[in-house]
């Protein structure tokens, strides 16, 4: 089992010696972090480093291809032709990379929750209808029967 999996008997995750390597052995640091976890819970559970990464491969990406550009076009030696070469081919291939795995994976994905958001909203609203549906037969059956 592993460690800190919830089962009875099971040694707690936060040992002295992992608060230690963590360096939340320090009572100013444990106190920074408790004030601070709910930030830290939502950019654990959210996507914000992914995007941040992505954001981040694209600038770096873009920046090597038009660098790798504009030094193979300036330079005619062959060793320096050769890396400008692999700069060029290297920025495109990590700035279109970031593209692709945006319009493959990030945007459906956010649609996806868009939906559930949609679909969770309005399910409350549909049974809600479907009471107050059951509800007005309901009294039409007890008045068919009282006449």
């Given amino acids: 089992m592993t460690e800190g999996s919830g089962a009875t008997g099971a040694p707690h995750p936060f040992t002295d010696e992992k608060l230690h390597d963590a360096g939340l052995d320090d009572p100013h640091a ?44 300036s330079v005619a030696t ?8 692999l700069l060029y081919s290297l920025g495109f291939a990590l700035w279109t990379g970031v593209v692709l795995v945006f319009f493959v994976q990030i ?27 059951g509800d007005q037969a309901s009294r039409d059956d007890r008045a068919s029967t009282a006449r």
């Fill in 78 to 85: 062959e060793p320096f032709g050769l890396l400008a070469d």
């Fill in 30 to 73: 444990l106190a920074w972090m408790e004030a601070h976890l709910p930030e830290f819970r939502e950019q654990a559970s959210g996507q914000r480093p992914q995007y941040w990464i992505l954001g981040i491969g694209f600038v770096v990406g873009l920046a090597a291809h038009v660098g790798g550009y504009l030094l193979r076009s």
């Fill in 107 to 133: 945007w459906p994905e956010a649609k996806r929750r868009q939906l559930k958001r949609w679909l969770d909203a309005y399910e409350p609203t549909l049974r809600k209808k479907a009471r107050a549906g």
